[in-house]
């Protein structure tokens, strides 16, 4: 278990919709990433907050949004969902520094 | 920019062999290097880390890595593999840049052991 807790595990919606990915990280860190996982595009790296700002935006369309709460949860919000929006998504935390990062078990969303 | 890459798709071992998943890296300035194992519908687990120190790198399960900076690779090895070490293979670097410190993944390699 590595401390990071991501809500819920599946999610089946239809295109058009929004959904919202709920992550909590491990006691103590202040960063909090997240990234999709797709067969074609790999491990793709959509933003990051520290301490409730943004910090680096990657690979996120304009249809799917973020923000981390005061008490450092994390929500990623996706819109206008369309059948490529199928991914597994992840969101990971880590303290400050460049040590390693830890993973939740992830979301798997399904746009039928 | 930081990268990695992975050169192979899959690595194919048989069980009680010795297993290298290799990785090279492109880095300006010091390369903090992480190697992830994904199981089938499971997170990335954290196996190993070079941050400085002994290029040879002992992590979880078993597995190490040899860091070579001549070279820019960061290879993970384990001396005998194991059916249960089949799996997809993450190499990732921390990216620096401004105000970020996300880690930056390879594509992956998918390790099968057979038996």
């Known amino acids: 278990d590595s401390g990071v807790t991501q809500t819920p595990k599946h999610l089946i919606t239809a295109t058009g919709q929004r959904v919202t990915l709920r992550c909590s990280p491990r006691?103590?860190?202040?960063?909090v990433y997240w990234y999709q996982q797709s067969l074609d595009q790999g491990l793709q790296f959509l933003i990051q907050?520290?301490?409730?700002?943004?910090?680096a935006k990657g690979n996120i369309l304009e249809r799917f949004s973020a923000q981390q709460f005061p008490d450092l949860h994390s929500e990623l919000n996706l819109s206008s969902l369309e059948l490529g929006d199928s991914a597994l998504y992840f969101c990971?935390?880590?303290?400050?520094?460049?040590?390693?990062?830890?993973f939740g078990q992830g979301t798997r969303l399904t746009v039928v | 920019a930081q990268s990695v890459a992975q050169p192979e798709d899959q690595v194919n071992v048989a069980e009680g062999n010795p297993l290298t998943v290799k990785c090279t890296y492109s880095?300006?300035?010091?390369?903090?290097l992480f190697w992830y194992v994904q199981y089938p519908n499971r997170g990335l687990q954290f196996l190993l880390k070079?941050?400085?120190?002994?290029?040879l790198v002992k992590g979880s399960y078993g597995f190490e890595a040899e860091f070579n900076k001549s070279q820019t690779s960061f290879h993970l090895k384990k001396p005998s593999a194991l059916v249960s070490d089949s799996a997809l293979y993450f190499c990732?670097?921390?990216?620096?840049?401004?105000?970020?410190?996300?880690?930056?993944f390879g594509t992956g390699t998918l390790l099968a052991v057979q038996p």
């Open positions: 990732a670097v921390r990216d620096y840049g401004g105000a970020t410190n996300k880690l930056i």
């Open positions: 006691s103590g860190d202040l960063s």
């Open positions: 070079y941050i400085t120190g002994d290029n």
């Open positions: 907050y520290y301490n409730g700002e943004e910090r």
């Open positions: 990971a935390s880590s303290p400050q520094g460049y040590t390693e990062a830890f």
């Open positions: 880095v300006s300035g010091n390369p903090y």
